[in-house]
């Protein structure tokens, strides 16, 4: 991807005034709105290259088996062991970061990562082993009061900057849809009971992130999405009227209808507005857009690849991608340990058996794909520094080594050195100095600029990476 | 008694409030008629004065004639009701709960996260339903307390079940009179496909363009609360449309016509070891260069309509077979040793006749289902599209993986091989122009001349009645003839504006949501028809029954049950029973279940060589998939047959073809078409608990697994809800196949399980269900000797063994032990193996089994879970049902009779009040 004309030049596209103005007002954010405003339209310096976010999620927990808990047992028999070469944390203690075999493919990013141990959501405490996954981005507590989940990170992101790109956010997964309460397939979420439907199919992400118009003129677009607003107008009104010949308890659904048509309404406006400033151009060599469930390492970094080109080529700041659900028996990615390690097993299996002799190995797998994401940002000039510096990227799993368990998840920190993140070391959050993970969700959004005070069942900030 | 005075106080008010309405109604006219500026708000409708109050009176005078007819109905009711509520509950119940369930259901210990201290005697109110219909589940069955436990005396058990059950169905009673549960819902994709397909006369697969269904083992994915409408489902609903309005509607220039034509000669080929095999046949799984086997490439052809490829065909049986299944795919090039390749089915012919009488046969589909492979540039020079065109020979005696090296080559020249001379591709048809499904919506009529806008007030009247399900409303088409005027100027053409008016018509909730009756314009027949269909169909009604909800004639059950074997005789049934059976008893998971082929070395298909060597021959049908259409198979035919529901348990028939009952070991069946075969007690078949796609679903791909299948025993077949293992309990090894030898484990794993008393809660109610099914190994064939434990098994060895008969020899030389497969079942006798678990089910579990599938049948076709409002509407259907043995087809029938599947809304029911 060395071609360089498809790199928009931020200044064009500030002059064609395609930015929406209208901003939804999330509760508390009233202070950082000018802040936000004045970063988009007066700074032309450092501030003026995007602030972008990727969560990335893993399933099934990793493998850390001289803690299966997820956080160090305290005996005077693992004091005295070494570190293990295949437990997923780099490190025996908290401090500088050293590397082990398990996660080797970080060494060359030791100045860009941090490891946090010991971090959970208590709203995904009593959730089954295999549901935790849901509120991985959310946090919210859906055996309480939050039953059909609640926003999640990427969101609050894009409520507040997403209209100063073509796409508030993308949202993928490797096997689409959004799943059910208790097995999500995705990882965002607008609200309560609002999933957002994860993309899995390369070629339709990319043609969906780049070729929008399937090849029509731009003049054609603009006036198909004229004629869409005022049609929409009338199917709203048609609808209305629909809603009062129905007993009231079916009034929920159709109000969720009308909510829908409602921002469909909006995004058609947007997508409009979208439509004077140039599509970027995208140089697709190297990019197998039919690859298939069956070759995993090429399918997973394509993925990573088109998140990639999203943020190179700013379509989009806010990403989530869900690698493999915790219920995803009926798809090929139940598989993928047997196509990528040759186990004779499903790879659900490997984190209830932990097999010495592929756990290690299938965490150091995936932690090659995400390597190669990191490396990948890092390699791209931007400003004075490199795409990474500018890019927040959470990575980990709602298990422990304990498949069941949902507490002490394994979690991983990257890139964002510019937005004031400090690494290249192990956190310990353990005992009385446990924090919900959500602290470190409130200085990541304030990190990209959404000066939100809490976040789920946050309790404060996570200063000691973000400053 | 206060509460019989306050509420009486509540209808008094209610009483002047509603008579009140009319007078203040006057008042205002008055007022409208001396300050009109005021009152503009106010529709100016001229008032009766005397009308009004006359209405006022009358309606004062009935609702005091109600009341007064309640209080004397109820008084003597609610004193005897009020009296031993509480006595029942102090003297009998809560006596009950201290002596047998609150040590572990109680404020120490919560066991099953249920405590029953927190309830009162108090069912009316409404709290704690939900807990007082488990506990009378686990009374009434026996399931609690446990054994090893105090057991109540039997006629204390009982006492105690019919005051809850009493008090439950009083309040139930009650509750069905406020808002009804049932919500409605919008179509799944599987009924989203379906309806487009019969509203537009055009079959296209769209599921693949929308957002998947919410999937929840054991449960349907048209349950109404997880079926969200967010935008982006709304977003590709519209792209959708416009994909399938593009097909539906043409333009009326007839279109050139593409064709292509290949012949192959009978010419002797030459190359190396399929000398044997002439150029124009197909030998088994095979794409040789050169035949047609290696498919045909069409490169001109169009983007949309129906396409039709004939052929003529013909077939060699040296083996003496009768039949050869010639299937047709089309698509990308399958000789490409790539995993990018797809290709999609167009249809199977069965040979019969021998090539000195060769026949033409026709196979028919629609373009945009099939994947086109892109050109590549190939030397500088872009290369056109292509869609090839493959027959494959897919004749299968399920013998053919038991050779040696290179498949079943050595044995080859005595296999059947499919003569092809020649194959021809067309399309679009186009010999009606415009297409039957264009002129079904834009109909010929002299009035597009004469009178446009009569024309298309016509085409959206019909086009919105079909779509709707029911009569539009002229205020619906009236909106529509708006979009379609605004859009006409910028589209031009009728056809396009058409296209884009429809598109739109096809995301309104009234297409999108299921049909509702409005209790006034739109009649509850309606409603019915539309419940009826999606049930039985997964689809939109027809036009019978469309007239039948138009006269009225649906609402009568005689009616009701003659439509419902119609509509379970017609094809279209097909699709409720595979989508139902599937979801039902969660079949897809044994499609990705891995099989160990160190073990079954002979179960599947493999790539023999090059790049993809060792990986699953793609596009070949397997034994595998043969089984998901025998189960599915076997569930229509106990509905054909109106056969009794002990059949899934144990029946004298299994649904074969060739390949399986090779598998299963049952001689005499010939042929891929899958038909009822009458089995005897050495096949070890029958009822769909040996049925491999169960087996194989519920195993780890290397071994059997007890608990896999216990638990889909109690959740598919007894209807118990089984919890999934707690978040905090650590888990044990619950899954074999990490190797050979450790898969032979699990009785160890099992006897872990009960060490621990967190697992043993659980799982001494669980595990004793999967043992009896261990004679099944885990590609579901009846194994009863296994070898030692501890000792290693080798996977077939191509060296050692030279073919599946050395292996054999040699498993059966290891094979030496008895499989262990006797348990106690939990408040149930001692079984030994399937054939006592399958008696004891018939003997004592029928009564169970007939309600699971009542629930389930039920649940899927009014698209909610149940719950215990349901109770006694599904007691009914029961009770109905079993004087007749359970039969399947009358359950469906009385199902569909009942009142919890024919409920009517709120609104109608303020109608029917008025």
Redesign the interface.
Known sequence: MKNKSWHLDRRDLLKGGGVAIALPLLNGMGAGLNRALGDNFNGMGENAHPKRMLVSYFAYGAYMPES?SGVPRSTEKVDREEHHPWSWWPCKNAGPLSFNESSSPFKPLKEDVSYFRGLDHAGG??????S?GDVFATGADMIGAEKTNNISIDQVAAQLHGHKTRYSSLVLGT?????????C?TLSH?GP?????SLHKPQEIFNRLFKPYTGKGVEQVR?GLK?DA??LD??L???R???N??????H???D??L???R??EQ?VERTSKWTHQPLPEVDTKGL?L???H??PEEYIRCMYDLIYLAFQTDSTRFATLMLESEQS????M??YA?YVLGY???TH?I???R?ADYSGQWDQWRAKQHAYFLQRLRDTPEGDGNMLDRTLVLWGSAHPH?????KNYPIQLAGGSRLGLKHGRLHEFVGEKKVPLANLFVSMLNAVDVPVEKFADSTGLMTEVIR | MASILLEMSFRWCTLIGFSGIYILRIIAAKFCRERPELFSFIRPKPINKTACVDRGLQIFRWLLGAMFFQVVWQLPLGVLAAAPVNDGYDSLVRPFFKAHCIACHGPDKSKGELALHTLDGDLRSGRGVERWEAVLDAIESGAMPPEGELQPDPSKRKAVADWINSQLRAYVKAASKE????????LTNFEYENTMRDLLGVDLNLIEYL??????PYHFNNT?E?M????????RYLEVARRALESAIVDLEKPKSYQSRQEWDSGESNKGFAKSLKRNEIAIHNSRRGTPGQGMAVKDFPRTGEFRIRFQASAVFPNGASELPLRFVMGYNLNINS??QEVAPVGVVHLRNSPDNPQVYELRGRIENFPVQKGRVHRGKLQPDRLTITPQNIYDDGTLNDENQFLYWPRQPDMPRAVVDWIEFEAPINEIWPPKHHTRILFDSPLRQSDPENYIRQVLTRFMSRAYRRPALP??VN??L??YN??KP?LGSIESTMR?TLA?LL????F??HT?S?????RHEFELASALSYFLWGSMPDSVLYELALTGELNNTEVIAEQVQRMLADPRSKDFVSNFTNQWLSL??M????I?R?LYPRFLYYVEAGERAG?EKPYIPTIRDYMIDETIGFISELIRQNASVSNLVDSDFAMLNQPLAAHYGVEGVEGQRLRPVEIAAEHRLGGLLTQGSVLIGNG???APHPIYRAVWLREAILGDEVK????????L???A???AEQSLSIKELLAKHRTVESCNDCHVRLDPWGIPFERYNAIGKYQRLVPEEGTRIRGFDRKRDTDLAGYTKYLEGINTREVFAESRLPHGPRVDGMDQLKAYLLASRKYDIAENVIRRLLAYGIGRDLNYRDRYEVENILQQSSKNDFLFQDMIVAICQSSTFNRR????RKRDNR
């Open positions: 299966p405490w009593k959730l089954g082993g295999h935790s096997e689409g849809g959004t799943g059910s309460y208790g097995s397939k607008r009971g609002r999933p957002i439907p006036a004629r005022s049609i009338l199917v009104d048609h609808s009227s629909f809603k010949r129905l007993g009231k308890e079916d929920g659904k159709v969720e209808y909510d829908s048509i921002a469909l995004r197998n039919e690859v298939s069956k070759e028996s009926n798809s090929e139940w598989n047997t004779k097993g499903a299996d984190a209830h058996k097999p304990a498949s069941h368990s949902t | 808002v009804p549960a049932n919500t409605t819902r919008r957002p998947q269904d919410p999937v929840k109404a997880f969200l409408l967010g935008p982006e489902q709304i977003d995993s990018t205020e619906e909106r529509f708006e979009v605004l859009l910028q884009e739109m995301v309104t909730p009234q999108l949501l509702k409005d209790g006034k314009l739109i897809a998971k499609k990705t279940v891995p160990n160190d990986t780890t791909g290397s999934a293992p707690p978040a905090e309990v650590p888990a090894s619950d899954s196949g990490d190797s809304t709120s609104n109608e």
